[in-house]
């Protein structure tokens, strides 16, 4: 229900994570295919398994985040290791930078040493997000036409 209404905050903004681009008028089916991602039996070609968790306050869905187990040769070059989204009416009160920190602790938890994440350059509450989490900008691609920015945080 509530993550009905999630939905329709973000309006036509581009969904992050890519789990909320699933048909989500189900929410039951939407879990197990999120988790047949997470636990290997039905991840998509070309993606590799990734755990989503939901961040909540009481029965409110206030954000979402995606954290990749490992690295393809495409993610690594424009992707990264984490994908992650605060409801539209939640944000600016540093659950943003919460959320990262928290996708960071469980991608040590998977094993993870050093996280690559990438942002549109233009995404400037993304990229100051990322730097107060550590990152430190390690280069800058040209992904389409769309500028990305690329960080590494060390987990270990
Ligand atoms: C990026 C996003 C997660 C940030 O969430 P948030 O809860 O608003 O961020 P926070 O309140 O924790 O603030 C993080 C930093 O961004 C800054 N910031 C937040 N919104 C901003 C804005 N609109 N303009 C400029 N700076 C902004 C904050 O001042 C803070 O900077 P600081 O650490 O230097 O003080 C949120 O804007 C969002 O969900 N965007 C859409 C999805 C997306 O872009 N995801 C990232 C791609 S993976």
Same mark, same amino acid.
């Not at 998509?44 to 398994?49: E, L, N, S």
């Not at 029965?59 to 187990?69: E, L, P, Q, S």
């Given at each position: 229900?509530?993550?009905?209404?999630?939905?329709?905050?973000?309006?036509?903004?581009?969904?992050?994570?890519?789990?909320?681009?699933?048909?989500?008028?189900?929410?039951?089916?939407?879990?197990?295919?999120?988790?047949?991602?997470?636990?290997?039996?039905?991840?998509?070609?070309?993606?590799?398994?990734?755990?989503?968790?939901?961040?909540?306050?009481?029965? %409110?869905?206030? $954000?979402?985040?995606?954290?990749?187990?490992?690295?393809?040769?495409?993610?690594?070059? !424009? $992707?990264?290791?984490?994908?992650?989204?605060?409801?539209?009416?939640?944000?600016?009160?540093?659950?943003?930078?919460?959320?990262?920190?928290?996708?960071?602790?469980? $991608?040590?938890?998977? $094993?993870?040493?050093?996280?690559?994440?990438?942002?549109?350059?233009?995404?400037?509450?993304?990229?100051?997000?990322?730097?107060? !989490?550590?990152? %430190?900008?390690?280069?800058?691609?040209?992904?389409?036409?769309?500028?990305?920015?690329?960080?590494?945080?060390?987990?270990?």
């Amino acid at each position: 229900m509530t993550l009905i209404s999630y939905i329709a905050e973000l309006g036509s903004e581009e969904r992050y994570p890519f789990p909320l681009d699933f048909d989500h008028r189900d929410f039951e089916a939407m879990l197990a295919r999120i988790e047949g991602i997470r636990d290997g039996t039905k991840v998509p070609d070309g993606f590799v398994q990734s755990s989503t968790f939901w961040m909540v306050a009481g029965d %409110v869905i206030i $954000g979402c985040t995606n954290i990749r187990h490992r690295l393809n040769a495409q993610i690594e070059h !424009c $992707g990264g290791h984490i994908g992650l989204s605060i409801r539209p009416s939640f944000r600016r009160q540093g659950l943003g930078i919460k959320l990262l920190q928290l996708s960071l602790e469980q $991608g040590r938890k998977l $094993g993870i040493q050093t996280a690559h994440i990438h942002c549109h350059t233009q995404n400037v509450a993304s990229r100051a997000m990322i730097e107060t !989490c550590g990152g %430190v900008f390690h280069s800058e691609i040209n992904d389409n036409g769309s500028l990305v920015s690329r960080y590494l945080i060390e987990l270990t």
